[in-house]
């Protein structure tokens, strides 16, 4: 039997295309089922650039991959919010590692990260629509925090927040 060997790590911007890669992959999985388009929101991480990824690496976000025997599968950005706070971003797992844990490894890693930092709470967005997902969200502990709809958004942007103790 092969030996499966899964890493986390920081990542450099060399390895930011391989992470947009997986990015636009699995973002890109769910934009017809929730309307979502170029044209309607630009920003949203489907749509993501290697400038965009570039300009959030410069902003201070911190990319992290994960790697299945040696080829990157997934991607998380962590910043450091004005007050103390972390956001993270852009979290992403190659759609056919999907149901393998891989999400819930990156997590896990950018909660005992922020622990370690000494921040009090890791925040992100979603599309609230996403029952799915929000679920996954909810049963690792976290909270949603606010909703809110935006007139030029095809979903609404639901904020969520899991207290790091």
């Known amino acids: 039997m092969k ?4 890493t986390i790590s920081p990542l450099d911007e060399a ?18 089922e929730y309307g979502i388009t170029e044209e309607n929101t630009p920003v949203f991480a489907a749509y993501t650039t290697l400038e965009n990824l570039k300009d959030m690496r410069a902003r ?3 990319f992290f991959g994960l790697f299945f025997n040696g080829s990157q599968v997934g991607v998380v950005g962590l910043e450091k919010e004005a007050d103390g706070a972390c956001h993270m971003s852009r979290l992403a797992v ?3 590692y999907w149901h393998g844990g891989f999400g819930r490894e990156l997590i896990h890693y ?3 990260y922020v622990r370690r930092m000494g921040v009090k709470q ?8 996403n029952t799915i997902l929000k679920k ?3 049963d690792m502990g976290f909270k949603e925090i606010e909703l809110k709809k935006f007139s030029h958004l ?3 942007v639901c904020r969520m927040a899991l207290d790091i103790k």
Not at 19 to 27: G, H, T, V
């Open 136 to 138: 996954w969200y909810l």
């Open 154 to 156: 095809p979903f609404t």
């Open 3 to 6: 030996n499966v060997q899964k």
């Open 122 to 129: 890791l925040r992100l967005g979603m599309v609230n629509e």
């Open 60 to 62: 201070g976000v911190k």
């Open 15 to 32: 390895s930011l295309e391989n992470s947009l890669a997986i990015i636009r992959s699995a973002f890109g999985k769910v934009t017809a």
């Open 110 to 112: 950018v909660i005992e």
């Open 94 to 96: 190659l759609p056919e």
